[in-house]
């Protein structure tokens, strides 16, 4: 579905601010897998989405997606491809436009069919938004004509789990899409994602820095390290491993403690 074949990215390089960010990592996923990412600030988790979404060209290697190479595709003709939830429940939506009309913004721009902006907004359509908003019980289906600033951070994040999922993406990219929100809210999302997810078999990466969420959600789970994975973990030996056990493993690959405060801190 998705593979990854020895990409990497330097920025800066040649300077005294050069950083390496990716190193010859290659990463392969199904259809319909569900991976979760794991690691230290600076190890690279961002970056690979940045690199997936095309964000920056990579230095070198190549990513393919469905069977097509996107490797040199732009980040807008990817976007109809892929969709992307970031942690800022700011971002990803247009906060002066309704919440209407950012869905509407998000299924014509993901749809197969050239409909202009101006012609998605029909009653149909809304009744369609209303519907799949309703499913979720945030309270937001009779509010299709609040400016979407208004709303809540966890309203604002299902908003935008639907509008990457109406039109169903081949990969859908969760970048610490809980972490802004208070613990009650952030689990309600989670849920919902969960749901999202299996409903339409979506291949699915989400970064995280909560070590039991990593290994209790989706079906695998990578730890990254300056730009290289250090752990593939899947199957019985996923489902047999403990936060702590995955941070001795660490330890021991590394020859160093594992001493992120905040994911420490997330146990």
Known sequence: MLEIKNISKTFEKGTVNEHVAIKDMSLNLKDGEFITIVGSNGAGKSTL????????????????????????????????????????????????????????????????????????????????????LARYNMGIEDRMKTKIGLLSGGQRQVVTLLMCTLSIPKLLLLDEHTAALDPATA??????????????????????????????????????????IMLDLSGRERDEMTMDDLIKMYSAKKQKQFDNDRILLSR
């Open 49 to 132: 989405f940045n690199a997936i979404c095309g964000s920056f060209m990579v230095d070198g290697g190549h990513i393919i997606l469905d069977n097509e190479e996107i490797t040199y595709k732009t980040e807008h003709a990817r976007a109809k491809m892929i969709g992307r939830v970031f942690q800022d429940p700011m971002k990803g939506t247009a906060p002066n436009m309704t919440i209407e009309e950012n869905l509407a913004l998000a299924y014509t721009r993901a749809s197969k069919h050239s409909t202009p902006f101006s012609r998605a907004i029909t009653k149909k359509s809304v009744k369609f938004f209303r519907e799949n």
């Open 187 to 228: 689990e309600r999302v989670m849920e919902i994602t969960k749901q999202i997810v299996d409903e339409n078999n979506i291949t699915t990466m989400m970064i995280t820095h909560n070590l039991n969420q990593s290994l209790t959600t989706g079906t695998r789970t990578i730890m990254l390290d300056g730009g290289e």
